[in-house]
C-alpha cells in the first residue's frame, strides 16, 4: 500500500501533467507489482490530513517489534484534489498490474499575464519527514523547469552517526544528497542523476517506438469509429472474419550507465518492454462509472489480453532477467519471472498472482426505472479488496491482503519458509492508514 505522501506525490504529478510511468526505473512496474509487492512487518498506523489543498501532514508509528515513529510534511504550488481513505479510488493506493497508456510529451501549464508581465511561476513540492526518536531527516524538493524537463533534489540525514566514522562505511552512509534531472519528450525519456555521498554520476534512457500519443488521440478515434459505422458496408451471410494472430503492442527499448568516481566503478543495464495495444484497460475494467452518469452500453471484454513482456540484462554483473505478465480474466492477473546469472549459473523462478474482490452496488439513475426491477446500468461494481501472493524457487511464499473497512486501509500480510521446519512464519504484519481531507 502507498503511503500517504507517495499517494500526494501521484497526485502532483498528475495535476502537473508529468508521467512518470515513462522512467526507464519503471520498465518492469508491472510485473513487480505482482512480484515483488512488500508485506507489512508488526504493527503500522498512519494518520494524515489535508488541512487544504496546498498544506498536508502525515504522522505515522510502529508498534511491534519497535517502537518508533515519524512526523512528515507536504507542500504544493498547486491545488491537488487529494480523496479521504473512505472515498479514494483504491486502486489508487497500490501496486498493481496495468498496462499504461501511451507516451504523450507533456504540456506545460497556461501562461498567465498581468499588465504586459509573466506572473504565473514553476509548479514545485515540498516534502519532509522527522523520525522520532533516531532524529533522521528525509527531504524532496521537485519543480518543473520547462514543460519537458523537471528537476528534483533528495536529502537524507541521519544524525546518529558521523559520516567519517568507519560504522557509517559498513552501514552506508549517514548523509547523503542526490540530484535529478528528467526530460520527457514522449518519444524519449532520458534521466540524469549525481549522488554527493559517493560522487556517483548516471544516466537512463528510454525509447519508445511507434507513434506518440496526444491530447487529440481520443476525439479522433471516436470520430473514426463513428465514420465507420456509418460507411460500413452490410456483411453477408457466407462471408468470414479475418483471422489475425498474435499480439499487437508497441515496443519500448532503454538502457542505464554509471560511474562512481570514490569507488571507481561502473555499471550499465539494458532493458525492453512489450505492451500490448489497447494503451489503457477499458474503462469497464476498471472503476464503475460515476453516480451521475446515465445508463451506458455494456462493454465487452477487451480484444487481445493486457499484456507486459519485460527483459533485463547487466553484463557486468551477468544478471539475465525476463518477466510475462498478464490479466488472464477480469479480477485475475498472474505474472512470472525468471533469473539467472551467468557467471554464477545460479537462478530463481518466481510466480505472483493478484485477485480483486467487488461487491455489487445499486447505483441511483437519473431517469426513473421500474422499482422492483432495477435495470443493468443502475448496477457497479465495487472494489473491495486485493488479495496477493507470490512463490519462488528461493522456498519463499507471500500472501497479502489488502482492502477498505470502513474509511480505513487495511493492509495485512504474511511472509513464510517452507523449508523451515523450526520456523516456517518469518515475518507477520498488518498495517492501517486513516487519511481526511477538508
Known amino acids: ?124 513540492l515540498l516534502y519532509g519527514r522527522i523520525y522520532i526518536p533516531t532524529g533522521r531527516l528525509d527531504a524532496l524538493y521537485s519543480t518543473r523547469l520547462t514543460p519537458t524537463l523537471q528537476g528534483m533534489v533528495a536529502a537524507i540525514s541521519d544524525p546518529r552517526v558521523p559520516i567519517m566514522s568507519e560504522k557509517s562505511k559498513l552501514h552506508g552512509p549517514a548523509s547523503n544528497i542526490m540530484f535529478s534531472l528528467q526530460q520527457d519528450t514522449g518519444k524519449w525519456c532520458t534521466e540524469y542523476t549525481w549522488s554527493a555521498e559517493d560522487g556517483m554520476w548516471g544516466v537512463r534512457s528510454l525509447y519508445n517506438f511507434g507513434r506518440v500519443g496526444s491530447t487529440t488521440d481520443s476525439a479522433q478515434g471516436d470520430s473514426e469509429k463513428a465514420s465507420a459505422g456509418r460507411h460500413s458496408k452490410p456483411k453477408r451471410v457466407d462471408e468470414e472474419d479475418a483471422m489475425e494472430g498474435g499480439l499487437k503492442g508497441r515496443v519500448s527499448l532503454g538502457g542505464e550507465f554509471y560511474f562512481s568516481a570514490k569507488e571507481k566503478s561502473a555499471g550499465v543495464s539494458t532493458g525492453i518492454r512489450f505492451t500490448t495495444v489497447p494503451d489503457a484497460t477499458p474503462p469497464s475494467f476498471q472503476v464503475p462509472a460515476s453516480s451521475g452518469a446515465g445508463p451506458s452500453t455494456p462493454r465487452g471484454p477487451p480484444s487481445q489480453p493486457p499484456t507486459t513482456i519485460t ?51 445499486e447505483r441511483p439513475l437519473t431517469s426513473p426505472t421500474d422499482d422492483s426491477q432495477p435495470s443493468l446500468s443502475g448496477l457497479a461494481d465495487e472494489v473491495q479488496g486485493v488479495v496477493k501472493a507470490r512463490v519462488s524457487t528461493t522456498t519463499d511464499v507471500a500472501l497479502l491482503w489488502e482492502g477498505r473497512l470502513r474509511n480505513v486501509l487495511v493492509s495485512l500480510g504474511v511472509v513464510s519458509n517452507l523449508s523451515s521446519r523450526s520456523k516456517p512464519i518469518k515475518s507477520v504484519g498488518i498495517e492501517l492508514s486513516y487519511f481526511s481531507s477538508g
Open 1 to 124: 500500500m502507498h503511503p500517504f505522501a507517495s499517494y500526494v506525490l501521484r497526485s502532483y504529478y498528475q495535476a502537473t501533467g508529468w508521467n512518470e510511468d515513462n522512467l526507464y526505473a519503471n520498465l518492469t512496474r508491472s510485473s513487480n507489482a505482482l512480484l515483488d509487492f512488500s508485506v507489512p512487518r508488526g504493527l503500522h498506523f498512519s494518520i494524515s490530513k489535508s488541512p487544504n489543498s496546498l498544506f498536508k501532514t502525515t504522522y505515522s508509528m510502529n508498534a511491534l517489534p519497535s517502537l518508533n515513529g515519524s512526523v512528515g510534511y507536504i507542500f504544493t504550488s498547486c491545488n491537488l484534489d487529494v480523496k479521504g481513505s473512505g472515498d479514494v479510488r483504491f486502486k489508487d493506493m497500490i501496486d498493481r498490474f496495468k498496462v499504461f497508456d501511451k507516451p504523450k510529451k507533456p504540456e506545460g501549464k497556461e501562461e498567465e499575464w498581468l499588465g504586459g508581465e509573466r506572473v504565473d511561476t514553476r509548479d514545485y
Open 311 to 361: 527483459a533485463l540484462f547487466n553484463p557486468m554483473l551477468g544478471h539475465i532477467s525476463g518477466a510475462y505478465a498478464a490479466r488472464v480474466s477480469r479480477d485475475l492477473s498472474l505474472a512470472s519471472r525468471f533469473d539467472f546469472n551467468v557467471y554464477s549459473y545460479e537462478s530463481e523462478w518466481s510466480v505472483g498472482a493478484e485477485w480483486w474482490q467487488r461487491r455489487g452496488k
